[in-house]
């Protein structure tokens, strides 16, 4: 029995800023439950961080300068997911291509006048290697100053089913009206790291029984064992190259969990700022005022933040000034400080 279409599915990412920002984390998450067995890997070097700070960056600018009273932005992106059921695995080659078919439809669908290649720099996305793979592509739901309202329309899902069937045919020579299921809980492909890992400890562990197998031939058992000892040194160094991966995965994950801890923190402050000056109470202001600061201060002067940080930091304050200065209010703006790379202080 055939299948009318490969999976698709799509929602908007909800809670604003906040709530793409946990969507991410959990997209980049290897250690997340439902991860278990998977390889995570992204495609066009796609950056949880810059997609983060672009996207975020460019709605607060689009609400900023929303002067007509539109309603505010509540969703910052599109989420959509492209799934193959086992035992399909593309390759990562094959991924790309099929991704880059998909941007280049939603493109032409939503008539976007960028450049293509400058759309697909501004999405997300990456890959879950799996029992059943999967493609995550997150679309800003701003891009360029436009509103991209149409992201969630049926046509652009129906186009998107069509455009998934033709490129997984085109690329990997896989046929949705021929899919017929061939196995479940299929774990995950190892990477070529841990294949090479593999193979060296086995290599050595075959030299061992060679040892064993010549112990009676001095000359032999000699050679046998400095090829023991060769193959397990390359074990161990493939060991290191695994432990050095993995850190940097938790370095990265630590500097974006802490990103977007520090700025929920500067938002909530900047909002007690803000109508503390709409309510025009004194002291308010100035405890709020020494929050913001401090808040501020957490990033910008954070290892973990880079320059885009802190220009968020500088447009999200200075999208609030320019606001209460509009309402003809007094703002005497927050300062903060900087690394000394950065230019020194604000």
Same mark, same amino acid.
């Given at each position: 029995m055939?299948?009318? =279409?490969?999976?698709?599915?799509? $929602?908007?990412?909800?809670?604003?800023?906040?709530?793409?920002? $946990?969507?991410?984390?959990? &997209?980049?998450?290897?250690?997340?439950?439902?991860?278990?067995?998977?390889?995570?890997?992204?495609?066009?070097?796609?950056?949880?961080? #810059?997609?983060?700070?672009?996207?975020? *960056?460019? #709605?607060?600018?689009?609400?900023?300068?929303?002067?007509?009273?539109?309603?505010?932005?509540?969703?910052?992106?599109?989420?959509?997911?492209?799934?193959?059921?086992?035992? +399909?695995?593309?390759?990562?080659?094959?991924?790309?291509?099929?991704?880059?078919?998909?941007?280049?439809?939603? +493109?032409? $669908?939503?008539?976007?006048?960028?450049?293509?290649?400058?759309?697909?720099?501004?999405?997300?996305?990456?890959? +879950?290697? *799996?029992?059943?793979? +999967? &493609?995550?592509?997150?679309?800003?739901?701003?891009?360029?100053?436009?509103?991209?309202?149409?992201?969630?329309?049926? =046509?652009?899902?129906?186009?998107?089913? &069509? *455009?998934?069937?033709q490129s997984v045919l085109k690329h990997c020579n896989i046929d949705h009206t021929h899919h017929k299921p061939l196995r479940v809980n299929v774990g995950r492909r190892k990477t070529a790291q841990r294949y090479e890992y593999d193979k060296a400890k086995e290599e050595a562990q075959n030299a061992s029984k060679l040892v064993l197998e010549a112990q009676n031939s001095t000359a032999v058992s000699v050679l046998v064992q400095k090829e023991a000892q060769t193959k397990l040194k390359e074990l161990e160094i493939k060991e290191i190259e695994l432990d050095n991966k993995k850190s940097q995965i938790m370095l990265e994950k630590e500097k974006l969990n802490f990103i977007v801890k520090a700025f929920n923190d500067f938002k909530s402050s900047l909002i007690k700022w803000v109508n503390s000056i709409r309510n025009d109470s004194m002291l308010d202001i100035l405890i709020n005022r020494q929050d913001v600061e401090e808040k501020a201060n957490r990033i910008t002067e954070s290892d973990k933040s880079d320059e885009s940080d802190i220009l968020l930091v500088d447009n999200m304050i200075d999208a609030e000034v320019t606001e209460l200065e509009k309402n003809g209010l007094e703002v005497t703006r927050p300062t903060y400080r900087r690394r000394n790379k950065l230019n020194g202080s604000t």
């Open positions: 055939s299948i009318k =279409n490969w999976t698709v599915t799509t $929602e908007r990412v909800k809670n604003k800023d906040f709530g793409l920002s $946990e969507y991410v984390s959990y &997209l980049v998450s290897e250690k997340h439950k439902n991860h278990k067995n998977t390889t995570i890997y992204a495609l066009f070097n796609s950056d949880a961080n #810059t997609f983060l700070n672009s996207t975020i *960056q460019e #709605t607060i600018l689009f609400d900023s300068k929303n002067k007509k009273g539109g309603r505010k932005v509540e969703s910052f992106a599109q989420s959509f997911n492209f799934i193959l059921p086992p035992p +399909h695995q593309p390759t990562a080659e094959q991924w790309t291509k099929i991704s880059k078919d998909l941007v280049n439809t939603i +493109h032409k $669908e939503l008539e976007i006048k960028e450049d293509v290649n400058r759309f697909g720099r501004a999405c997300f996305l990456n890959i +879950h290697e *799996q029992a059943n793979p +999967h &493609l995550n592509l997150l679309v800003p739901r701003i891009f360029a100053g436009e509103r991209l309202a149409d992201l969630d329309r049926k =046509n652009i899902l129906a186009k998107l089913k &069509l *455009q998934f069937n």
